[in-house]
């Protein structure tokens, strides 16, 4: 250790690189860990439930039968009101308040309820009384004046009765009132439970739940789940996102480490040579590059965590302001996460170091000697074991998403190929740019003549570390191409399987919900062909059990019964949309052959908010394989949305008709709403889809800069080991132009490796991938996203090489800081 203390002393600059990548790592890990904390917890201060002991709401997830799947509800399931008698009765509970949710849309209003429920706040009247029939009490405003707000799609106006000035946001009406506006009065949003004085809280929370097994008992900072129901729906796709980054995120700074301190155990090959040939022995060296391991991650984690808790709240930002995290949460980021960070790199730190160590200090010092003036044996069974098995593993990914995967699912195999290929060609990195750099030697030489020649010689010699260059430029373009590319041909393939059966000319929209009359006005206007509400949900198909969508539920959309020339964006098989009424569906051509249920058949499903219905199909229709939906009457999905509303109308005009001041006729009568082509009805289906792209496009941003640490790192170190060589060959003659010339043909040589290599591993992953979900093998974006990829690898390599190199060669070739 002390040897290992005074290494450090006085090579300060041959670990700076090991530094900055622990350092990176540790905020890295350490803020993916934030997030996926964050996910597990869910903290929602409550507010509008705020004096309430506990909350009881319905249960926001689905068990299908004869699985172990359990299946998210998107959609509020609420509490029927029958239970609220059996939930005053309960041994401990005090009082029992139903609560009616709406929206309900005015100034600075987004949500109704009825005025019993406003004493689970509590909220206080400052001045007026309780609301009557044809009142609300708002927050701010004067008593007696008219508030007129949009409840249902129509505007709706009443008289302010009182002001409560804490319930921004909120409207509350009459306990009548309410159970008339709200869409499905059969049941309450939720019931606020207060506990009597003296009993325990949660001996009552789980009599509570035991009254039926699809209720949920919530307390403490549980209860404001109960008043955002989104944030719950938020916290898996959180916690996967969190947990399949900070994986990425941590192998990669494995890798990253790992070359690091091999590379600069690598470079003191000499020093270790001396010290074998002194008598030390195998194992004091070892413990040596491990003690140096250890004293340089421990600062650097300490200086790492410092960033980690700033990237990590700027990574929660970033996902709530575009939908993916629920704002209301808050961020949590403990001890747990800190730990995870230290310790996934200190583990990498020691790992690398063991990897670093073994040969050096296994050599023998004879033999240590004349390996350290030029590293050629870089050969090794267990080398070769890790990387057939690497490439083994990116081998069987890439036949599971070639014969088994289908649509977006494609994904979730595809994605973690890609570093599977990229750990299995850089484990046998030196094998792989002997290869390429034979092909691209010729070229190179014939175009750069005398200094391509050096350049070329160096580089077969010095095989091993051409390898060590090039191998993080192989992982900075091979990972972001990949990622980037899977992204826009998966956004690709979603918005052409559906807008190859959209028919729709423009679309009616309205947040506040489109009234019913807004539909028969539409199909009214002259030169509309067909008009149709459009309702977008999720559900579970329970009956037939081998339908072919998974734990995360089917797509269902909602419209309304129409002939051949109607709206709904499919192309019917069989069956026909103008039985779509009531209790009906249509379903994909693929699912009704694999389970036998076509036209005329029952199958059985649970909708958004739990609601379990059998369904007459009335109609097949061909879809993309993994784009497959449920097709049903927009009155039925609407009604079990959490909301009710149709926000949505699809219109198909007649050939040759102009039917835009038409329906900017029929919007300009009803607040809110407003006319969009059919790029919006795109764009509106594409939007997870595109959310989902930005977040990967993000993260993979930040892989994309710790990549490019490595590739700085490598590159800078291994150029600056060369001074010898540099004032070898400015003594025989050479200028310090020539030096240059000669050193950017080898740059050029690394980058166009690293790109052949990482493009190679790229295509790997992409190729099979945009076969299945696009149906084309090529994948879909545009050709600057590599070009950008390209580019930015080739700076990071000639900066990194030329820069160091300048001002080395600024110095006399006598000076000692050249022979040093």
């Known amino acids: 250790m002390r040897l290992a203390v005074r290494t450090l002393r006085h090579r300060k600059s041959g670990f700076i690189a090991t530094f900055i990548a622990v350092a990176f790592g540790t905020a890295i890990v350490m803020a993916c860990g934030g997030l996926m904390e964050t996910g597990i917890r869910s903290n929602v201060e409550p507010q509008r439930l705020a004096g309430t002991s506990l909350v009881v709401t319905g249960k926001q997830s689905h068990l299908r039968p004869g699985t172990e799947d359990a299946t998210p509800l998107p959609e509020r399931v609420g509490v029927p ?138 307390a403490g900072v549980d209860r404001g789940l109960a008043e955002h129901p989104d944030a719950e729906s938020h916290r898996t796709a959180l916690i996967a996102i969190a947990g399949s980054f900070g994986g990425i995120a941590a192998m990669t700074m494995m890798f990253v480490v790992a070359s690091t301190l091999a590379l600069a155990a690598q470079h003191r090959e000499r020093e270790f040579a001396l010290l074998r040939g002194i008598g030390t022995t195998p194992g004091q060296v070892r413990r040596m590059i491990l003690g140096e391991a250890l004293m340089v991650s421990l600062p650097a984690v300490v200086l790492g965590c410092l960033p980690g808790i700033f990237l990590g709240r700027f990574l929660f930002d970033q996902l709530s302001s575009h939908g993916v995290a629920s704002p209301v949460i808050e961020f949590s980021q403990g001890w747990i996460p800190f730990a995870a960070g230290a310790g996934a790199a200190v583990l990498a730190a020691i790992g690398a170091g063991l990897i670093a160590a073994r040969k050096s200090a296994k050599i023998k010092p004879v033999e240590a000697l004349v390996e350290a003036s030029l590293q050629r044996k870089w050969f090794s069974w267990i080398r070769l074991l890790f990387g057939l098995l690497f490439l083994g593993g990116g081998l069987a990914l890439l036949i599971v998403t070639a014969t088994v995967m289908s649509g977006p699912l494609a994904a979730s195999t595809a994605g973690p190929s890609i570093l599977c290929w990229a750990i299995g060609v850089a484990v046998l990195g030196p094998f792989w740019t002997k290869a390429v750099l034979g092909i691209w030697r010729w070229p190179v030489q014939a175009l750069t003549r005398v200094n391509g020649r050096l350049a070329i010689r160096n580089l077969s010699a010095r095989s091993v570390a051409l390898s060590a260059a090039a191998m993080p430029v192989m992982l900075a373009v091979g990972i972001s191409t990949a990622n980037l590319y899977m992204q826009t041909t998966q956004v690709h393939a979603s918005s052409e399987a559906f807008t190859r059966d959209l028919r729709a000319d423009a679309v009616l929209v309205s947040d506040a919900g489109l009234s019913p009359t ?303």
């Open 81 to 218: 009101i029958d239970q609220l008698a059996k939930i005053r009765s309960v041994q401990g509970v005090s009082s029992a308040v139903g609560d009616y949710t709406f929206t309900a849309v005015g100034p600075s209003i987004t949500e109704g309820h009825n005025w019993s429920s406003a004493s689970l706040a509590p909220y206080h009247l400052s001045t007026g009384r309780s609301p009557r029939s044809g009142q609300v009490v708002a927050s701010s405003g004067e008593v007696g004046e008219h508030l007129t707000l949009l409840i249902n799609g129509e505007p709706k106006t009443f008289t302010i009765s009182g002001i409560a000035p804490q319930a921004a946001g909120h409207a509350f009406f009459s306990d009548h009132d309410a159970a008339q506006l709200v869409r499905n009065p059969a049941r309450f949003a939720d019931v606020g439970v207060q506990v009597a004085p003296g009993t325990n809280v949660d001996d009552v929370k789980d009599r509570l739940e035991q009254l039926d097994g699809n209720l949920t008992a919530r």
């Open 518 to 820: 807004v539909l028969s006005q539409v199909r009214a206007v002259p030169g509309v062909a067909s008009a149709s509400s459009f309702v977008r949900s999720m559900g579970a198909v329970d009956e037939p059990r081998n339908a072919p969508f998974d734990e995360d539920g089917a797509p269902v959309i909602g419209v309304d019964a129409q002939g051949a020339n109607g709206t709904a964006p499919v192309r019917l098989t069989s069956g026909s949309l103008a039985g779509l009424t009531g209790s009906t569906a249509a379903v994909p051509e693929y699912m009704a052959t694999k389970t036998g249920r076509g036209v005329g058949s029952e199958i059985t499903m649970t909708l958004g908010d739990g609601t379990t219905v059998k369904l007459l199909v009335v109609a097949t229709f061909a879809a993309e394989r993994g784009y497959e939906t449920i097709i049903l009457p927009a009155s039925l999905v609407a009604a079990h949305t959490t909301d009710g509303l149709t926000k949505q109308i699809l219109v198909r005009s007649a050939p040759g008709a102009d039917i835009r001041s038409g329906l900017a006729k029929v919007a300009s009568a009803h607040p809110g709403v407003q006319v969009a082509d059919r790029s919006t009805l795109v764009a509106s289906n594409v939007e997870d889809l595109q959310t989902q792209a930005w977040i990967n496009y993000m993260l993979v941003g930040m892989l994309i800069a710790y990549t490019a640490v490595s590739v700085v790192n490598t590159l800078v170190s291994t150029t600056l080991r060369r001074r010898r060589e540099f004032a070898l060959q400015r003594l025989t003659g050479s200028t310090r132009f020539q030096v240059l010339r000669m050193l950017t043909t080898e740059s050029t040589l690394v980058t166009l490796t690293g790109v052949t290599l990482g493009t190679a591993v790229a295509l790997a992953c992409l190729l099979p991938f945009s076969a299945k979900v696009s149906n084309d093998a090529l994948p879909t974006g545009p050709i600057w996203i590599y070009l950008v990829v390209v580019g930015a690898a080739a700076l990071l390599t000639f900066a990194s090489t030329l820069i160091p190199a300048t001002t080395t060669l600024r110095h006399s070739p006598t000076q000692p800081s050249y022979t040093d």
